[in-house]
Nanobody
Framework: QVQLVESGGGLVQAGGSLRLSCAAS???????????MGWYRQAPGKQRELVAT???????NYADSVKGRFTISRDNAKNTVYLQMNSLKPEDTAVYYC???????????????WGQGTLVTVSS
């Protein structure tokens, strides 16, 4: 089993910053490798959407709405991905979910998991 534990959400005023963290761990089996890690968000009444992703090699992809304001990074040694969010806007208010996929266990089984979500609220 692989779990993602997120942290860093909260309430911030427009123009402020927050940093989200998401750490992957294997409760029973060892994580052999993690491919892509990413952040998605879901605002009330809307579908979940991609925010940013990063590959194991460091290639990044961002939603147009966050380009220039958000930065995704990862620490492969810690199986952790970060999302630095600057110049936050009220429309960034959402539950942010972490996602990761990779290989786990002695038989290198594929996994894809989601975190439990962390709420980010940006006040105007």
């Amino acid at each position: 089993q692989v779990q993602l534990v997120e942290s860093g959400g909260g309430l911030v005023q427009a123009g402020g910053s927050l940093r989200l963290s998401c750490a992957a761990s294997g409760s029973i089996f060892t994580i052999n490798s993690i491919n892509a890690m990413g952040w998605y968000r879901q605002a009330p009444g809307k579908q979940r959407e991609l925010v940013a992703t990063i590959t194991s090699g460091g290639s990044t992809n961002y939603a147009d709405s966050v380009k220039g304001r958000f930065t995704i990074s990862r620490d492969n040694a810690k199986n952790t991905v970060y999302l630095q969010m600057n110049s936050l806007k009220p429309e960034d208010t959402a539950v942010y979910y972490c996602n990761a996929d990779g290989l786990v266990g002695g038989d290198y089984r594929y996994f894809e998991v989601w975190g439990q979500g962390t709420l980010v609220t940006v006040s105007s």
